[in-house]
């Protein structure tokens, strides 16, 4: 089972970036999905948690970043706007897969002019 990541990358401040986390070997339709970020010489932050019936957001992101995911392609989305340097991190998805969590390798993120 994996949880492969994609998307990341250099953006402007300001600007939008999507990040796509495709599982392989599982389905999402019935999956807690989580999406984190670490930057340098930071503990890792959580950014949201989805399931089929909620879904929520830390406050550092919240009304910027939006979470989906399609499961006929099984695959999950994190919509990312209003950019700033402070959202430089490797951001990480993950799936709580039957009580055991697989995560994505990371994806870098640089917001930066």
């Known amino acids: 089972l994996q949880f492969v990541e994609f998307g990341g990358g250099l953006v402007q401040p300001g600007g939008s970036l999507r990040l796509a986390c495709v599982a392989a070997?599982?389905?999402?339709?019935?999956?807690?999905i989580g999406w984190f970020r670490q930057a340098p010489g930071k503990e890792r932050e959580g950014l949201s948690c989805?399931?089929?019936?909620?879904?929520t957001y830390g406050d550092s992101v919240k009304g910027r970043f939006t979470v989906s995911r399609d499961n006929d392609k099984h695959t999950a989305y994190l919509e990312m706007s209003s950019l700033t340097p402070e959202d430089t991190a490797v951001y990480y998805c993950?799936?709580?897969?039957?009580?055991?969590?697989?995560w994505g390798q990371g994806t870098q993120v640089v917001v930066s002019s």
């Open positions: 993950s799936a709580d897969v039957g009580g055991r969590v697989y």
């Open positions: 070997g599982f389905t999402l339709d019935d999956k807690a």
């Open positions: 989805n399931d089929n019936e909620s879904t």
